[in-house]
C-alpha cells in the first residue's frame, strides 16, 4: 500500500491508526511515521560525521573497544549519512521510495559523494586528508539536511506512534516479536565484534627475531669479513601479547661466543643489541647459530645462522 | 464471502472480518498459519545467526596458516548459517504471494543481508590482518598513495573504491583489512537490495521483492564475493543503474527527476569504480534501447516497431553520460590504452595465447587430474557462476516459446532484457579470447551472473510465485498456494537450497575449489617490513610464493610510492623452484650469479600447496621437511630473519657452489 502523495498517506494513518492501529501490514510508506523516522536516521548519521570530523581535529586515536565501536560507527557516517541527507533533499514531499529503497539511494550516493568530494579536493583544493575529507562530506551532508529539513517541514508535528497489540482475525505477532530478536541480534554482533577484536586473546603470537650487520650506513652482512671480528645488531620485537624475558646464544664451531639476556621485554616492544664476533681462520665458512630461548620454554625458540669466512688478506 | 476475503488487500477490509477463530473461513486460517510459520521462520533465522555469531566469537584466532577459513571453523557454524539463510529465504518465498506482509518481508530482507554480512565478515573474527594478499594488497597501496601525497596516485584510474578505503581508514581509524571487509558488506547490502529492486520494477509489482532477495542470497560469484575488488563490487551496482533508470522512465513514477539525478550520479560512480564495467553499462543501456524495438502482438507473432513514448536523446542519455566520462577519464591512463590497443589487434585477428581461455585450456591439461576430481573443483570454483548464464538463456528461451501463455514474455520489457543480457554475454564471451587484466572465468561472468540472477528472479515470480492459476486448482495447503504452483515453488525452493549450499562453502578458498587461501597474517606483515627496510642494492628477490613482495611493498610505501624504493623497482619477484632446488641450481648462491639475493620464506607458501589433491601436489612448487634442512645446510645462504610465520634468507652473492 502506497500513497500517492503525502496528504493521502496522513489520511491513511488517520483512518486505521486510531483505536486498532494495524499499521503492521500498511507499514506506510511515506507516511510521516516513515518522514521523521528518516529525519532522525540523517540526524544521527550526520551526528556522527561531526564527531568524527571533530575527532580529527582534536587528533583523536580511539583505541581498544572504542575503536572497535568507532570503526562500526564509520559505516553509517561515511556510507549512510550524506546519501541519507540527500535522498531527503531529492524526493521531499513527492512519494519517496520505499525504506529499503532509500537506503539504497543513500548508500551509492553517499559513494557518490565521497568520490566527488576525493576527486575535487585531490584536483582543485589542497588535498585530500581526513579533516578535509570529514569536512567537505560534512558541509555536502549539511546541505542536504537543510534542504531535507525544509522539504520534510509538514512532518515534523509530533505523530502518535503505536505499535501492533496482535489480536485480530489477520493480525500477525511478528512485529513486537521481531523487535525484541532483533535486538538480540545487534547485540549479539556487536557484542561478538568486539569481543572477538578485543577480548579473544588468541591468534598469532610471535616473536620476531633478526640478525643485522651493524654499521652507520645500512649494509648487507659480508659473506667474507676482512677483520677479525664482525660488527652484528640482534634485535627482537615481543608480539606475544605478554612481557617476556629471553636469552640469546651465539655459538661457533661448538663454543659459545655470547650470551646474552634481555630483561622484561614488554608486549609489542622491541630489543636491540650490538654483538662482536670474532671470525676465526678457516679454509671453509664457519657457521655461526645465533638461538634465541624464551623464558619457560624448553629448547630454543628461535634460530638464526650466518656462514662467515675471514678473508686471507 | 471468502472469495471477497482473499482478494481483500486493504486494511479496512481486513478488520470487517469477522473476529471469532470459529467463525473463520478458510483463507483466513491459512494466512493465520502463514503468519505463525513465518514467525517461527524470522525468530528461526534470528536465532540460528546469534548462534553463529557465538561460536564465531569463541573460536580461536589463527596461530599458524589456515588452509582454508571454512574449515577453521567448527561444522556447525555452517550449519547455523545455513539455517539462518534457507529460514530467511523460505519467509520470503512464503510471502512472496502477500501483498500486505512487509514487515515479514523486511525480516527476511534483514536475515539475508545479515547473514551474509557475517560470513563476509569471519575474516574478522579469525584474526587475519587482511583477506587478501593478491590484488587487495595493491589497493591499500593505492589508498596509501592518498594518504602519503593527499593527491590521486597518477596511475589510479579508479579511484572510488580507494577513496572509500581511505574515508574509512583515516576518519573511522579502522585497518586497511577491516576497511576492505567493510566496503564488501556494505556492497553486499547494494547487491541483495539491488537485485531485489531490480527484480521488483521489472515485475511491476512490490510482490516480486521477496524472491528477488531470495535469489540474491546466494554467493553467486563464490570466492570473488569475498574479495573486495572494484572489478567485482562495482558490477554489484548494475542492477542498482537499471532499477534506477526504470524508476526514472516510469511515466506514472513519483519523483521522476530524484531518480534521473540519482542514476546520473550512479552513472558517474561507475565509471571511477571500474572502466570495463562501465563499457558493460554502456553496452547493456544500448542493447536495452534496441531490445524496445520489438514487440509481440496479441496472437504471438514478433514484430519491428518503434516505441513512441520516447525521443533519441532520452533512450540513449545515460549511455552518452557514462561514454562522454570514461572517455574523458579513464583513457587519459596508460594502462587502458594499452589493454583497449590489444582488444583492437584481436579485432584484427592477431592471437591472443595469454587470454583466459588460453590460460584455463593450459591449466586443465597441465593439472592431469582425474575425470572426477577436476569437474568437482571446476563445479566448486566456477559452477554456480557458470550454471546462472546457462539458466538464465533457457528461460528466457523458455518464457519465449510459450509467450502465449505468459503475458510477460509478450511484454517489451521482456525483450529489452533478454537483448541486453544476450549483448552482455557476448561481450564477456569476447572477453576470454582477449588478454587483459580480467582474465578469471567469474571476473568475466560477472555481469552476466549478476543480470541474470535479477532476471530469473522476475521470470520466475510469475511462473513460481505469482497466484494467477484458476481456483478450481486449489489445493489449500497452508500457505494457500495451488497445487501445480505449489511444486513449482519447491523446485525453485530445492535449487534455491542447493545455491546457497554451494554458494557459502566456496565462497572463501580452500581444498574444494583448489584455491589457495590468500589471507596475509601479522607475521607476515612484520616480516615483511623488515625485509623492505633492511635489503640493501643492488639485490635480486626471490620468494616462495609468485609475485610476493612486490605488494606488500605497495601496501607499505604505495603503489607509486613503490617506485621511489629504487631503480628496479618494477622487476618480479624469482619464485623459488619446488624444493628449492632444481637440476641447474646446487645451491642458493647461483640463483642469481653475482647478485646478493634475499629469500622471502613463509608459512603461506609452505603450506598452500596442501590445498591441492595429493595426487598432483607434486605439480605445484612443494617445500617439504627435508627441503628445508638441506637450505639449512647450504653454506651459501644465511638465515637473518624468524618470526615463526616469515623467514629471510640471503644469499652471499658469490653465484659459486662450493
Known amino acids: ?313 | 464471502m471468502a472469495d471477497e476475503l482473499r482478494l481483500s488487500t486493504t486494511p479496512e477490509e481486513v478488520f470487517r472480518a469477522p473476529r471469532n477463530q470459529a467463525d473463520q473461513p478458510r483463507d483466513v486460517r491459512t494466512h493465520r498459519s502463514a503468519d505463525t510459520l513465518a514467525t517461527l521462520l524470522s525468530v528461526g533465522w534470528m536465532v540460528s545467526l546469534v548462534c553463529a555469531f557465538w561460536q564465531a566469537a569463541t573460536t580461536p584466532k589463527a596461530g599458524n596458516y589456515d588452509v582454508s577459513l571454512p574449515a577453521a571453523f567448527p561444522p556447525t557454524l555452517w550449519w547455523l548459517v545455513l539455517l539462518a539463510t534457507v529460514c530467511a529465504c523460505g519467509l520470503l518465498l512464503l510471502i512472496s504471494q502477500s501483498p500486505t506482509r512487509n514487515i515479514a518481508w523486511l525480516s527476511g530482507f534483514t536475515g539475508v543481508v545479515a547473514t551474509n554480512s557475517f560470513i563476509l565478515s569471519l575474516p574478522l573474527f579469525r584474526g587475519y590482518a587482511v583477506a587478501d594478499r593478491t590484488d587487495a594488497m595493491n589497493h591499500i597501496g593505492y589508498m596509501k598513495d592518498i594518504a602519503i601525497t593527499r593527491h590521486l596516485g597518477t596511475q589510479d584510474f579508479y579511484p572510488a573504491q580507494h577513496l572509500l578505503q581511505y574515508a574509512l581508514q583515516y576518519v573511522a581509524h579502522t585497518t586497511p583489512g577491516e576497511a576492505l571487509i567493510i566496503i564488501n558488506i556494505t556492497f553486499d547490502f547494494v547487491w541483495v537490495a539491488g537485485i531485489t529492486m531490480l527484480a521488483a520494477r521489472l515485475a511491476g509489482t512490490p510482490q516480486a521483492k521477496g524472491i528477488g532477495t531470495a535469489f540474491a542470497a546466494p554467493f553467486a560469484l563464490l570466492i570473488y564475493q569475498s574479495y573486495t575488488l572494484p572489478s567485482v563490487v562495482s558490477a554489484m551496482l548494475l542492477p542498482v543503474l537499471l532499477a534506477f533508470y526504470l524508476s526514472s522512465r516510469h511515466p506514472e513514477g513519483p519523483g521522476r527527476l530524484s531518480w534521473t539525478v540519482a542514476s546520473i550520479a550512479l552513472a558517474t560512480l561507475l565509471v571511477f569504480y571500474h572502466p570495463v564495467t562501465a563499457i558493460y553499462a554502456v553496452v547493456a543501456f544500448v542493447a536495452w534501447e534496441f531490445g524496445g524495438l520489438v514487440s509481440v502482438r496479441e496472437d504471438g507473432a514478433i514484430r519491428l516497431s518503434r516505441e513512441s513514448s520516447s525521443t533519441p536523446s532520452n533512450r540513449l542519455g545515460l549511455s552518452i553520460i557514462i561514454t562522454v566520462v570514461l572517455l574523458a577519464w579513464a583513457f587519459s591512463f596508460s594502462v587502458i590504452t594499452s589493454n583497449t590497443a590489444t582488444l583492437l589487434k584481436w579485432l584484427q585477428g592477431e592471437q591472443d595465447r595469454a587470454s583466459a581461455i588460453g590460460e584455463a585450456s593450459s591449466l586443465v591439461s597441465v593439472s592431469k587430474l582425474p575425470l572426477s576430481q577436476l569437474l568437482s573443483i571446476l563445479w566448486n570454483g566456477f559452477g554456480l557462476t557458470a550454471v546462472i548464464p546457462v539458466l538464465t538463456v533457457a528461460m528466457w528461451a523458455y518464457c519465449l516459446r510459450n509467450r502465449a501463455r505468459f503475458a510477460f514474455a509478450r511484454e517489451r520489457l521482456f525483450w529489452r532484457a533478454g537483448v541486453t543480457y544476450f549483448a552482455v554475454l557476448a561481450l564477456s564471451g569476447s572477453m576470454f579470447f582477449v588478454s587483459t587484466s580480467e582474465r578469471n572465468p567469474i571476473r568475466l561472468l560477472r555481469v552476466d551472473a549478476i543480470l541474470g540472477i535479477s532476471f530469473l528472479a522476475w521470470w520466475l515470480y510469475y511462473i513460481a510465485v505469482r497466484p494467477e492459476l484458476p481456483r478450481s486448482r486449489r489445493a489449500g495447503d497452508v500457505i494457500g498456494l495451488p497445487l501445480r504452483q505449489g511444486w513449482r515453488l519447491a523446485a525453485v525452493a530445492l535449487a534455491l537450497v542447493a545455491a546457497l549450499w554451494f554458494g557459502q562453502r566456496n565462497v572463501y578458498p580452500g581444498p574444494a575449489n583448489g584455491q589457495p587461501n590468500q589471507y596475509v597474517s601479522h607475521g607476515e606483515l612484520a616480516g615483511m617490513k623488515w625485509l623492505l627496510t633492511h635489503r640493501v642494492r643492488p639485490f635480486r628477490q626471490a620468494s616462495i610464493l609468485p609475485d610476493y613482495t612486490s605488494r606488500y611493498a605497495s601496501y607499505y610505501y604505495g603503489y607509486f610510492g613503490r617506485r621511489a624504493l629504487g631503480p628496479g623497482w618494477w622487476r618480479t619477484d624469482l619464485w623459488l623452484p619446488s624444493h628449492f632446488y632444481g637440476d641447474k641450481l646446487r645451491c642458493a648462491a647461483s640463483l642469481s650469479r653475482g647478485v646478493r639475493t634475499y629469500l622471502a620464506l613463509s608459512e603461506a607458501g609452505r603450506m598452500a600447496p596442501l590445498r591441492l589433491p595429493a595426487d598432483v601436489r607434486r605439480y605445484a612448487h612443494i617445500y617439504d621437511v627435508s627441503d628445508w634442512r638441506r637450505l639449512g645446510r647450504d653454506n651459501t645462504v644465511d638465515k637473518v630473519y624468524d618470526n615463526g610465520g616469515f623467514q629471510v634468507w640471503t644469499t652471499s652473492g658469490v653465484g659459486e657452489c662450493p
Not at chain 1, 123 to 131: A, D, E
Not at chain 1, 161 to 166: N, S, T
Not at chain 1, 188 to 213: D, K
Not at chain 1, 219 to 246: D, K, M
Open chain 1, 1 to 313: 500500500v502506497k500513497p500517492s502523495d503525502a496528504e493521502g498517506s496522513l489520511r491513511r494513518m488517520t483512518a486505521f491508526g486510531s483505536s486498532k492501529s494495524r499499521a503492521v501490514d500498511v507499514q506506510a510508506v511515506g507516511s510521516p511515521r516513515s518522514e521523521v523516522g528518516w529525519l532522525i536516521l540523517m540526524m544521527a548519521c550526520y551526528g556522527v560525521l561531526i564527531v568524527f570530523t571533530l575527532g580529527e581535529v582534536a587528533g583523536l586515536t580511539p583505541s581498544g573497544p572504542a575503536r572497535v565501536l568507532y570503526a562500526a560507527l564509520g559505516v553509517p557516517g561515511i556510507f549512510l549519512g550524506p546519501g541519507a541527507a540527500w535522498v531527503g533533499a531529492l524526493w521531499g514531499r513527492e512519494a519517496a521510495p520505499e525504506f529499503y529503497e532509500r537506503l539504497l539511494v543513500a548508500c551509492v550516493l553517499s559513494f557518490a559523494l565521497v568520490l566527488g568530494a576525493g576527486l575535487c579536493l585531490s584536483y582543485l583544493f589542497l588535498g585530500v586528508t581526513p579533516i578535509s575529507l570529514a569536512g567537505s562530506l560534512c558541509v555536502v551532508e549539511g546541505v542536504g539536511f537543510v534542504i531535507s529539513t525544509f522539504r520534510l517541514r509538514p512532518y515534523l508535528a509530533p505523530v502518535r506512534v503505536r505499535l501492533a497489540d496482535g489480536d485480530g482475525p489477520h493480525s500477525t505477532y511478528l512485529h513486537p516479536t521481531m523487535l525484541v530478536v532483533s535486538a538480540c541480534v545487534v547485540f549479539a554482533a556487536v557484542g561478538a565484534a568486539v569481543y572477538a577484536a578485543e577480548f579473544n586473546h588468541t591468534g598469532e603470537r610471535f616473536t620476531a627475531f633478526a640478525v643485522s650487520y651493524k654499521t652507520a650506513a645500512p649494509r648487507a652482512i659480508p659473506f667474507t669479513v676482512n677483520g677479525p671480528t664482525l660488527p652484528l645488531e640482534l634485535s627482537l620485537q615481543n608480539r606475544l601479547g605478554r612481557s617476556a624475558t629471553y636469552e640469546v646464544q651465539g655459538v661457533v664451531k661448538g663454543e659459545t661466543e655470547f650470551w646474552l639476556r634481555s630483561g622484561f621485554v614488554a608486549d609489542g616492544a622491541s630489543w636491540h643489541r650490538p654483538v662482536t664476533i670474532s671470525v676465526p681462520r678457516s679454509s671453509r665458512p664457519v657457521r655461526l647459530e645465533i638461538r634465541l630461548f624464551l623464558e619457560g620454554r624448553q629448547g630454543s625458540y628461535r634460530d638464526l645462522h650466518l656462514w662467515l669466512q675471514r678473508s686471507a688478506r
